[in-house]
Every structure is written in C-alpha cells, then in structure tokens.
C-alpha cells in the first residue's frame, strides 16, 4: 500500500493526465495504477493537495489542482493540520525562513501557506523538501519562523532559527 505522499503525488498526476469527474472514479484510476484508497482517503487526499472543480468545454466539470489560487484562502485549522503532519523544522535568518519536510511534501505545505493570507508572509518558493519563504519587514524572519513553528507544533527551543 502506498504512503500518503506517494498516494497525493499519483492523484495530482492522474488528475493532469485524465478529465476525472468524481472521487468514484479517481479510485478505480489509482486501482488501476497497483494503489488501493478508499473514497473518504481520496476525499481527504483532495482537500490537502487543494483540489477544485471547474468547469471544462462541454460543461463537464472535473478536477484540477491549482498551482497558485491566492483567491481561495485556506482556513487556518486546515493550514495547522498540513503544517503539523508535514514541516519538520523551520529556521530564520534575516529575512528568509527556511522550512523542511519529508521528500515530496514541500509543494502541499507551500500552497497551503501561500494560500493562507498570513500576516507577514510575502511568498513561497517550494522544491521537493524544502521551502524559501520570505517574510515582511514589518514581522521579520524571526517572528514568521516563530508563527510557523507555532502551527506546526514544533517547539519553539527545536528547528533552530531565531
């Protein structure tokens, strides 16, 4: 069975490659591709990875995931619940904060941050286990780090920084 990660990673491929309509459908795909999920798993794995609908020509509507959407805020209960499952640690300096997360996460926790409208956070630049964030002078990077390893639920003496 695959882990969570490797799960997101082929529904955010499989939802590039095919016009899927439904989560019925999203699980036979990942059948198909050797993953078993069940529907509530599929669900779940959607909201994290900030999938939505939209509308295709010929009315359908299928899922797309959004590579940057600053409309569509995340709420701050689903911005901890990815901050908690997925940084590792987070350390500052001047400016720049620097997060860490397991290979193949840093994408899903960027979005959700860049999504999240926090106060002092200007952007994120995501690889694969490590995202740039940079914040405001009005807050600095002492105090962003702080902020994320709060909603992380990393103590403040771990992850380094300032």
């Not at 078993?36 to 899922?63: C, F, I, N």
């Amino acid at each position: 069975m695959a882990v969570k990660t490797q799960r997101q990673q082929k529904i955010a491929e499989l939802i590039g490659k095919h016009s899927v309509t439904n989560q019925p459908q999203l699980v036979k795909l990942l059948s198909k591709a050797g993953i078993v999920a069940t529907q509530a798993t599929v669900s779940r794995d959607l909201e994290d990875l900030g999938a939505v609908k939209v509308r295709v020509p010929g009315g359908e509507s299928v899922y797309a995931i959004p590579e940057f959407a600053p409309a569509r805020l995340a709420p701050e209960d689903q911005l901890r619940r990815v901050m908690g499952e997925w940084v590792a640690e987070v350390k500052s300096s001047g400016p720049m904060v620097v997060v860490r997360t397991p290979p193949g996460c840093a994408h899903v926790v960027a979005s959700a941050l860049d999504r999240s409208g926090l106060k002092g956070l200007i952007g994120t630049v995501a690889g694969d286990d490590t995202i740039f964030c940079i914040a405001d002078e009005s807050v600095g990077g002492g105090k962003l780090a702080a902020h994320l390893r709060e909603l992380s639920g990393i103590a403040t003496n771990k992850g380094g920084g300032r």
